[in-house]
């Protein structure tokens, strides 16, 4: 049998990866930075950002220092030519240096954890004056709840510039889809730190944008198949701009001229027929009477969000087609197989027509 030559690998090669590895890092950090949760854009965001900044520079002093010291000993006590080989002189125990070594690490974190739990009690705390928003987290989506106006919304949601927001979350399980429940995390780096959703379970967010503006987020604790499809848009307004956002919201939906396509994809919305489900059933399009979203998104304003199905997809008529016509092929659900997510509905290119065209009237 012949014997594979040994393989040859540069030795430059972990310093090549090395290499490349940093210019990725570089790389990735000159992208889109609106994720940024060193780029604070409110108090929530700030104050843990006002404690990474100071516990980095201890930090980067105390890599420096020992990184330091392991440098000047690989120097100075290398092999040398006329060594001989014998063991260096072994010793074992040193009660003062092992008390400094203890203590001085110990007085750092005692001094970092003074701010931080105050840090901690600060962005917890029930902030005066504030807005509240239940947020409630699927497989795969988000939607949002406000209380104050009865409002449902999904994906993106809006609030008003310079004004506390406390998110009441919680995730879906069974009382509501298919979901058996599990945890997601809540996380718009700009706005605030994480926080997980659990299922019958209250966890509270503050969150706050001080300047106009999107703010993007996503889930952060993985939650199956979807989970990198979940995505938060915040829009921040100023205060008359988020009054008219709110009476867009609770305007009901206008209902279709008879005789028009968007009729016919009215129609066609609460009732399918052939034994299929409606998409009345998963969905509400709210034109009067209380307001109960189902287990998919509140559509009754869908074309007041820039993004749907976890805000993957762009608002667009081609897109929402393809999304009537196989949703598992926009975003993997396998609604056949865990019944989470939108089915796909076998529906003609005649039906395919009405429905878009129902849905691009939501305004
Ligand atoms: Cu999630």
Redesign the pocket.
């Known amino acids: 049998m012949r014997e594979h030559p040994p393989a040859r690998r540069s030795r430059r090669t972990p310093l090549l990866v090395g290499v490349l590895g940093m210019a990725a890092v570089v790389l990735a950090a000159c992208g889109d930075a609106e994720q940024n949760a060193l780029d604070p854009a409110g108090p929530y965001a700030q104050a843990p950002h006002d404690l990474i900044i100071p516990v980095f520079w201890v930090a980067l002093a105390v890599f420096v220092f020992v990184q330091g010291l392991i440098i000047v000993s690989v120097i100075r006590f290398r092999t040398r030519k006329d060594d001989d080989g014998s063991l260096p002189k072994q010793i074992h125990g040193n009660t003062r240096a092992e008390i400094v070594w203890t203590v001085i690490p110990a007085v750092i974190l005692a001094v970092i954890a003074v701010p931080t739990v105050q840090g901690i009690f600060e962005v917890m705390d029930e902030p005066e004056d504030y807005l509240t928003v239940e947020v409630i ?1 699927h ?2 989506w988000f939607e949002y709840y406000y209380p104050d106006y009865d409002i449902y919304t999904a994906n993106e949601f809006a609030i008003p510039v310079g004004r506390p927001v406390r998110l009441e979350m919680t995730a879906a399980d069974l009382a509501r889809s298919p979901d058996l429940g599990v945890i ?1 995390s809540f996380w718009v780096p700009r706005l605030a730190g994480k926080q997980d959703l659990i299922p019958g379970q209250t966890t509270f967010l503050n969150i706050q944008a001080d300047e106009p503006g999107r703010y993007l987020g996503q ?1 952060a ?1 993985y ?1 199956g198949l979807s ?1 990198v499809n ?1 995505r938060i848009r915040v829009e921040a307004y100023e205060e008359a701009e988020f009054e008219a956002w709110v009476e867009q919201q609770t305007t009901p939906a206008a209902i279709p001229a008879d005789g028009t396509l968007e009729a016919q994809g009215r129609e066609l919305f609460l009732e399918l027929g052939d034994g299929r489900l409606a998409c009345a059933s998963c969905h509400q399009v709210w034109e009067d009477g209380p307001r109960n979203p189902g287990q998919g998104p509140d559509l009754t304003h869908l074309m007041s969000r820039l993004e749907f199905a976890g805000a993957i997809h762009d608002m667009t008529e081609e897109n929402l087609r393809e999304w009537l016509r196989d949703p598992n092929s926009m975003k993997p659900m396998q609604y056949e197989i865990n019944g989470l997510g939108m089915p796909n509905l076998d529906l003609t290119d005649d039906e395919l027509d009405a429905l878009v065209a129902y849905m691009l009237s939501l305004d």
């Open positions: 987290g497989r795969w997601h889930c604790e939650c989970h979940m």
